[in-house]
């Protein structure tokens, strides 16, 4: 069996609404095991005090935010290579949660930034390149509200999310390219070095994994209501034609 005739709508519908139940479990899990061990059961931080806790909802937001990115742009390039339906809706269904992963980190980020910096803001390179990408999610939103077209609006937001895909590298190693930035390093890396202690690392891990799953569910989820959507605009289009 081939892994493109999962993405028949039929055969998607099929098998993701028996998935969506249990991601969406486990999501609930990973997520209130790890914000509660997190907060809960991890020590403050000797330099940054309690604040450090943030961290269990910053990151995995920053690292979703950017990701989801990533896989939109995958999404993307296979409908205008395969011409897929399922993969154009798929993108358009994961902007939004995109969307809210980019705000919930730049608010937990200036939440942060303040006691740590003395300042809401700064027009840092990861902040900025991380605020352009906020930006692109609300373009690409837009874009798609904007064009009554499905097939043109999937062309023309895979064009900006090629160009968006910059800016998604730019947050992602943007402390690499310029070190003059006040942000911190990666939380995470394959450097053991440069990762956060044990203590804090576990239950971040975890969350993570629970921010994963959540944007699984979210985005199967979505997906799913954007087909009936458009089977529902097709049979009322057939109606007015019959």
């Not at 961290?55 to 979703?64: D, F, L, N």
């Not at 700064?122 to 798609?144: E, K, N, Q």
Request: glycine share 6%.
């Amino acid at each position: 069996m081939s892994i493109w005739e999962f993405a028949n709508p039929r055969r998607f519908m099929g098998w993701s609404g028996k998935v969506v139940p249990v991601v969406s479990v486990l999501a609930g899990v990973f997520i209130a095991v790890g914000l509660i061990w997190g907060f809960f059961f991890s020590p403050d931080d000797y330099r940054m005090g309690s604040t450090v806790k943030i961290i269990y909802i910053h990151v995995p937001s920053a690292m979703m935010a950017i990701n989801i990115w990533v896989m939109m742009l995958v999404a993307s390039l296979i409908w205008l290579v395969r011409r897929h339906h399922v993969s154009a809706l798929a993108a358009k269904a994961a902007a939004p949660i995109g969307v809210v992963m980019t705000l919930i980190a730049l608010i937990t980020g200036a939440i942060w930034g303040q006691p740590m910096w003395g300042t809401w803001w700064a027009w840092d390179p990861r902040l900025t390149s991380f605020l352009i990408l906020f930006l692109f999610y609300l373009g690409y939103v837009a874009l798609w509200a904007a064009i009554e077209n499905p097939d043109t609006a999937a062309d023309l937001t895979t064009v900006l999310c090629l160009v968006g895909s910059v800016f998604a590298v730019l947050s992602r190693y943007a402390v690499l390219f310029w070190n003059q930035g006040l942000h911190q390093g990666a939380s995470l890396s394959l450097d053991k070095e440069e990762n956060v202690a044990d203590v804090f690392w576990f239950p971040l891990v975890t969350t993570i994994v629970g921010f994963i799953l959540l944007f699984v569910a979210l985005v199967l989820i979505r997906t799913r209501t954007e087909i009936r959507a458009r089977h529902l605009k097709a049979l009322l289009a057939r109606e007015r034609m019959g």
